[in-house]
């Protein structure tokens, strides 16, 4: 019968280790969870405090005009073309030195090519040479007033990129 006592006390013994093993490791458990709350309730306090500041950004750069100044400076560019180089209408990013040209179209290469032909003689250029197309790459040349222009077009994903060369 003693056997059986002490048998039965270490069973009793070794439950309440167990429990408050699984108790110590219960409220460490909760006390990392606490402090995982916390940090999460810091981040969204910061996430809001940057919305806000975003938001005020947003109002102040809209008061200002400076979201019309970019967007008229994407479709502008910088710099201008020489009054008889024709661009395309729909022209974007548009960068220029007199001398260069560059811009994007939203056009396809075969409108722009066409465009070229057509207003380039209709400023005064003559052609220079037989155009080189191929592929939806275009190399035109033209001559005007001992001034030389080359026009590359060059077409691929939605967009067609125009670079114009002009040498004295």
Do not use: H
């Amino acid at each position: 019968m003693r056997r059986t006592t002490l048998r039965a006390g270490w069973v009793v013994a070794s439950l309440a280790l167990a429990t408050v093993a699984c108790t110590c490791g219960l409220v460490q458990g909760l006390g990392q969870a606490q402090e995982g709350l916390q940090t999460a309730q810091a981040l969204g306090t910061q996430a809001q405090q940057f919305a806000t500041q975003a938001e005020a950004l947003a109002t102040q750069i809209e008061q200002s005009g400076l979201k019309e100044t970019a967007q008229a400076l994407a479709t502008a560019g910088l710099g201008s073309a020489p009054e008889d180089i024709p661009l395309m209408e729909d022209r974007q990013n548009l960068v220029s030195t007199g001398q260069a040209i560059t811009y994007n179209t939203p056009s396809d290469s075969k409108t722009v090519i066409e465009f070229y032909k057509q207003e380039m003689v209709a400023q005064g250029w003559a052609q220079a040479s037989d155009p080189v197309e191929f592929a939806g790459l275009a190399t035109l040349a033209y001559s005007k007033d001992n001034r030389q222009a080359q026009i590359v077009i060059a077409g691929a994903g939605g967009q067609t990129s125009v670079a114009i060369t002009i040498t004295p």
